[in-house]
């Protein structure tokens, strides 16, 4: 019984921190909290940008490199 009240307390706090960043989020504050929840909505419908392409490779050359030979195929 205790445990399903305390799932059910830290599910409603960990909705409400993700929720509370994503209204930081849009309201363009700076995050406010380090909890993983709060973060998770933070970043949550982010664009990326290049962080999303380059996190598979394991320098920015490696990138960079995959990129130019990506480039030179779609151009022929």
Not at 47 to 73: H, M, S
């Amino acid at each position: 019984m205790f445990s399903r009240l305390f799932s059910h307390l830290f599910e409603e706090r960990a909705e409400d921190l993700f929720q509370r960043g994503c209204r930081d989020r849009l309201e363009g504050k700076l995050p406010k909290n380090q909890d993983s929840s709060y973060i998770r909505g933070y970043l949550a419908n982010r664009i990326r940008g290049i962080d999303d392409d380059i996190q598979y490779f394991p320098t920015v050359e490696a990138y960079l490199d995959w990129k130019r030979r990506y480039q030179n195929k779609s151009l022929k």
